[in-house]
Each structure stands twice: as structure tokens, then as C-alpha cells.
């Protein structure tokens, strides 16, 4: 008799590591890290963090929504006129809400086959361009988009430097290159700390 073992799929987001983003001199915003890291067959990459923002949020929530209008979808914290970017509680519920509605939607069979969920939680690109993406007006494919994010973040910008700097030495020594610096192929350097589990209650 042969067993044949199914490990069970796990999906697990933290929402994380709040930051005041100046957008000009009167405008500032908060925009939190978005940690993944599953074995679920659904995603393309195992291990990734982008950083987003409430109006990201707010836009994902509605495009989820016209594609599933038969499920209810749950709230996103609601946008208060009191919030309080320099409120640490104000910005730590907000966080906690933002990560409720990601760990009820990653639940749903539906609105993970919606490429938007995985553009979103998996790249940079804007909300235009995830939707140019979603409809096949870029030249990339949405995998195309969530693997050269990946490529792009693998290493710091300054270890990319440093690499041209010792193509320029030839006889620079082995110790110096920083090939051994860069993350394994499946996490992505951008502040995500390896493992998560001792992040949140």
C-alpha cells in the first residue's frame, strides 16, 4: 500500500511595519508592508512583501466585489475623519482591520482565482496598471509581473552597485562580493523578516 501524504495548504498575510509616506509638502500617507508566505498551489510566488496603501485597499475591495457579486465581501476599517496618521492606536487598528480583510478573502476559493487579489499582493504596480494587466493590455502576463517584481526586489539596490564595482577588479577578493547577501530565490528583500511566526498574536 502506498500513502500519499497532502500536506495541507496554508496562506499567511501579516499586514505590518506601518510608515508616514510624504506625498508633497502638504500630504502625507501611511502605507503598511503586506507579508505572504504560503505553500497554496494559487500562488505564484511562495514568499513575497509589497507595501500598500488604505486607497489601495479601498480600490481591491471594489474590483473583488463586481467580480463576486454573489459573496459578501468583508469590511475593510472603516475611513474615519478623526483618524490620526500620529495616533499610534488609531494606526494600529486600522493595520489589524486591513489584516482581518486579507485573512477572510485569502479563505475564499473564488476570490483567490481573481488575479487583481494576486497583483496586488504580490507586486508594486498601481492600481491602473493592475487592472491594464487584468485585461491584457500590457505586454506582460500577470505571472510576467509577479516574477520580474520578485527579480527586481531579490537584492538591494546597493549590493547591485557594489557587484559593478568589483567587475571593475579583477582581482578583487571573494570575501568582498556580496553573492552570498541576497535572499534565497523565494523571499524577496524588502524588509520581510524570514519567518513570521512570532509576529503577531
Not at 56 to 82: D, G, Y
Not at 156 to 169: G, L, S, T, V
Amino acid at each position: 500500500l502506498i500513502f500519499i501524504m497532502h500536506l495541507q495548504e496554508f496562506v499567511t498575510v501579516l499586514v505590518r511595519d506601518p510608515r508616514i509616506q510624504k506625498e508633497d509638502s502638504w500630504h502625507s500617507y501611511i502605507d503598511y508592508e503586506i507579508f505572504i508566505h504560503t505553500n497554496s498551489i494559487c500562488f505564484t510566488r511562495k514568499t513575497s512583501c509589497v507595501r500598500r496603501r488604505y486607497r489601495e485597499f479601498l480600490w481591491l475591495r471594489q474590483r473583488l466585489q463586481s467580480n463576486a457579486v454573489l459573496i459578501q465581501l468583508p469590511e475593510l476599517p472603516s475611513k474615519t475623519p478623526f483618524f490620526n496618521m500620529n495616533n499610534p492606536n488609531h494606526v494600529d487598528h486600522r493595520r489589524k482591520g486591513l489584516q482581518d480583510f486579507l485573512e477572510k478573502i485569502l479563505q475564499d476559493a473564488l476570490l483567490l482565482s481573481d488575479s487583481r487579489l494576486h497583483l496586488f499582493l504580490q507586486t508594486q504596480l498601481s492600481p491602473e496598471d493592475m487592472e491594464a494587466c487584468v485585461s491584457g493590455q500590457t505586454k506582460y502576463s500577470v505571472a510576467d509581473a509577479i516574477h520580474s517584481f520578485a527579480s527586481l526586489n531579490r537584492r538591494f539596490p546597493i549590493e547591485d552597485e557594489e557587484r559593478k564595482k568589483e567587475k571593475n577588479y579583477a582581482d578583487s577578493d571573494s570575501e568582498s562580493s556580496s553573492s552570498g547577501l541576497g535572499p534565497s530565490d523565494d523571499s524577496i528583500s524588502c524588509g520581510c523578516k524570514a519567518s513570521p511566526a512570532s509576529e503577531e498574536s
